[in-house]
Nanobody, 125 residues
Framework: VQLQASGGGLVQAGGSLRLSCAAS????????MAWFRQAPGKQREWVSC???????HYADSVRGRFTASRDNAKNAMYLQMNTLTPEDTAVYYC????????????????????WGQGTLVTVSS
């Protein structure tokens, strides 16, 4: 499985961006997927996950502003980010798990087997 994240860029505070994560290889319908981010000088942190049923979970810092979704027909996942702040500046990574799971949604990096290369989001004040 290869993941390709895209959609990052420079945006002003209060603006929006939509990230995409395209998976190539086996269909990921039954696999949980997630977004993580890593700000400069900080550890990578979990942002959101979406299970195979489409249920989503969010970190407190982004809940209400970010929305994760997936399109199984396209083997893709998305992250709509609204009301961005400079604290959202980071490289955003998508990830997925090798084992299929109906309802699992995981927040630990160690649970994920495949990672995209990351896409940089910069929010100016």
């Amino acid at each position: 499985v290869q993941l390709q994240a895209s959609g990052g860029g420079l945006v002003q505070a209060g603006g929006s961006l939509r990230l995409s994560c395209a998976a190539s290889g086996p269909n990921m319908d039954y696999h949980a997927m997630a977004w993580f981010r890593q700000a400069p000088g900080k550890q990578r942190e979990w942002v959101s996950c979406i299970n195979s049923a489409g249920s989503t979970h969010y970190a407190d810092s982004v809940r209400g502003r970010f929305t994760a979704s997936r399109d199984n027909a396209k083997n893709a996942m998305y992250l709509q980010m609204n009301t961005l702040t400079p604290e959202d500046t980071a490289v955003y990574y998508c990830a997925t798990i090798a084992r299929p799971s109906s309802y699992g949604c995981y927040i630990s990096m160690n649970d994920y087997d495949y990672w995209g290369q990351g896409t940089l989001v910069t929010v100016s004040s």
